[in-house]
């Protein structure tokens, strides 16, 4: 914004002949040169990390902003050279004022989003276990953790599987069904479950059989 307010003051004092231009076009050509070389390098590296992190980003957006900069500083000395007109500076100034200002507004606005989608509230870890505990052919249910994996939530348990389970083999089935309950429930995608199989209990019935007669 000071740039912009002072560029708008200095751009109608040299219009209206209140200031004498003393820009030197061959110094803005030499420093723009330099400057091209050093954040263009610089912009380059940072460029093929840029969407691995905001701050890297917002790193890049700030360096690529010097880089053109650099270019409309030495488009601005060739024009100051061939038509004398100094208010050119001023303008390629104040554009690139209002290009910073409206990024800068967008990736402010991108943070905000990122802040409230990046921390989900996790269920309980004790509701997991509850829910999991329920299920069809599951003995017990423990060492249960709900955390964020890749900023996403995350399931680890230890499922102990009814004995006649084990003996049919179902592990895979119990799996998608516990799988599926924490999707369905938890919105929860990612899981990391041990199934274990529980001791003799008497019972070696198939999953899916009723005991009752």
Same mark, same amino acid.
Request: charged content about 15%; hydrophobic content about 50%; glycine content about 6%.
């Given at each position: 914004?000071?740039?912009?307010?002072?560029?708008?003051?200095?751009?109608?004092?040299?219009?209206?002949?209140?200031?004498?231009?003393?820009?030197?076009?061959?110094?803005?050509?030499?420093?723009?040169?330099?400057?091209?070389?050093?954040?263009?390098?610089? #912009?380059? &590296?940072?460029?093929?990390?840029?969407?691995?992190?905001? =701050?890297?980003? %917002? $790193?890049?957006? +700030?360096?690529?902003?010097?880089?053109?900069?650099?270019?409309?500083?030495?488009?601005?000395?060739?024009?100051?050279?061939?038509?004398?007109?100094?208010?050119?500076?001023?303008?390629?100034?104040?554009?690139?004022?209002?290009?910073?200002?409206?990024?800068?507004?967008?990736?402010?606005?991108?943070?905000?989003?990122?802040?409230?989608?990046?921390?989900?509230?996790?269920?309980?870890?004790?509701?997991?276990?509850?829910?999991?505990?329920?299920?069809?052919?599951? #003995?017990? &249910?423990?060492?249960?953790?709900?955390?964020?994996?890749? =900023?996403?939530? %995350? $399931?680890?348990? +230890?499922?102990?599987?009814?004995?006649?389970?084990?003996?049919?083999?179902?592990?895979?089935?119990?799996?998608?069904?516990?799988?599926?309950?924490?999707?369905?429930?938890?919105?929860?995608?990612?899981?990391?479950?041990?199934?274990?199989?529980?001791?003799?209990?008497?019972?070696?019935?198939?999953?899916?059989?009723?005991?009752?007669?």
């Amino acid at each position: 914004m000071t740039i912009l307010t002072l560029g708008t003051d200095r751009f109608v004092d040299l219009h209206h002949g209140h200031e004498r231009g003393d820009v030197n076009p061959q110094i803005m050509a030499l420093v723009s040169m330099l400057g091209f070389l050093f954040h263009g390098t610089a #912009a380059w &590296v940072l460029y093929k990390g840029r969407k691995e992190s905001i =701050n890297v980003y %917002a $790193v890049f957006l +700030h360096t690529f902003f010097d880089l053109l900069s650099t270019v409309t500083t030495l488009v601005a000395s060739v024009i100051i050279v061939l038509t004398g007109w100094q208010q050119v500076d001023v303008l390629f100034s104040m554009l690139i004022a209002v290009f910073v200002l409206v990024t800068g507004l967008r990736l402010i606005y991108q943070c905000l989003q990122r802040l409230r989608g990046a921390a989900p509230a996790l269920p309980k870890a004790a509701r997991v276990e509850k829910a999991l505990a329920q299920l069809d052919h599951v #003995a017990s &249910v423990h060492n249960v953790t709900v955390s964020m994996v890749d =900023n996403a939530p %995350a $399931v680890g348990a +230890h499922i102990v599987l009814k004995h006649h389970c084990t003996l049919a083999a179902h592990d895979a089935k119990c799996r998608a069904a516990a799988e599926q309950m924490l999707q369905s429930k938890f919105s929860i995608a990612h899981s990391v479950l041990q199934i274990e199989a529980s001791a003799i209990d008497g019972n070696h019935q198939p999953c899916g059989v009723s005991g009752a007669s």
